[in-house]
């Protein structure tokens, strides 16, 4: 089976091309490739397909095989990959995902590649039903309070298509990630589990992120949780609507348009291609 391994500022998946490859076990395949001893090494799969009603149809899958509705990092490969291997031939497309249709433009270099993606996010969703978390609804999860392991914290809830749980912190690289991460995704109030992005304030437009995202542990860069760290930023007041997120794979450009939808911009990069033999 060919494939393709590419990362959007260090959030790298494995990639196969649906138009050409049959993937009869995508979740099996999702755990066999994301080894990083004993496979390609991934944060988990992504297929490309062919849609009914978009340019491509994009499937994703985390390293333990629970599939995801959306992952903002992956999508923008899926574009560069649509582009710079012929299965589109303009740099405006839009993607089907299970979160619904995005419209992505692409950003060429001189020799034709795409380096740089801006994604249409679309619209957080911040209700309690939406995203989803337990309590009434039709409120907002905003700045509550949990304690984890005997540490207060706030947290403020929003949903891109996957659920996100923004938690402001005074030293993100001191923060223990890999202690409280596991503990919220996994906590009663999240039914389909959640991803939790601990962000450090520099100013009102830059911020820095760690993200422990569920069925994959800490990444080095999540865009649906970059894109809710925005969103939590404006109502809880400790940022502005454009903002620059530092990941540890890399930089994003948000900006929380105030019609509603929350506009991506960040790099996608083929790393190599190979073929793999599935067990």
């Not at 710079?84 to 950003?107: K, S």
């Not at 949990?146 to 914290?153: A, C, K, P, S, V």
Request: glycine share 10%; aromatic share 6%; charged share 20%.
């Amino acid at each position: 089976m060919k494939f393709t391994k590419m990362h959007g500022a260090g959030n790298d998946y494995v990639y196969i091309n649906g138009f050409e490859e049959n993937v009869a076990d995508p979740a099996k395949l999702a755990q066999q490739v994301s080894q990083r001893r004993f496979g390609i090494g991934a944060d988990g799969l992504i297929l490309i397909l062919p849609s009914a009603v978009a340019d491509v149809r994009m499937q994703m899958f985390n390293l333990d095989g629970s599939e995801g509705a959306m992952c903002g990092n992956g999508i923008r490969c899926v574009a560069k990959y649509a582009y710079d291997h012929g299965l589109v031939d303009r740099l405006e497309i839009t993607v089907e995902t299970a979160a619904g249709i995005l419209p992505l433009v692409m950003f060429a270099d001189p020799s034709g590649l795409v380096t740089q993606v801006q994604v249409n996010m679309g619209k957080p969703r911040l209700t309690r039903g939406e995203i989803p978390i337990s309590g009434p609804a039709t409120e907002r999860a905003v700045a509550i309070p949990i304690e984890i392991n005997n540490r207060q914290l706030e947290m403020t809830c929003v949903s891109m298509g996957n659920p996100h749980a923004v938690i402001f912190v005074a030293d993100v690289k001191a923060f223990p990630v890999a202690e409280i991460g596991p503990q919220i995704e996994t906590h009663a109030w999240f039914p389909d589990r959640v991803n939790i992005e601990f962000v450090q304030i520099v100013s009102p437009t830059e911020v820095i992120q760690r993200t422990w995202e569920r069925g994959s542990g800490e990444t080095f860069a999540c865009g649906t949780g970059a894109s809710a760290v925005v969103v939590a930023g404006v109502l809880t007041g400790r940022s502005e609507r454009k903002i620059i997120n530092h990941l540890r794979g890399g930089d994003l450009e948000l900006e929380w348009l105030e019609d509603g939808p929350v506009m991506m911009t960040g790099p996608a990069v083929e790393v190599f291609n190979g073929e793999f033999d599935p067990k």
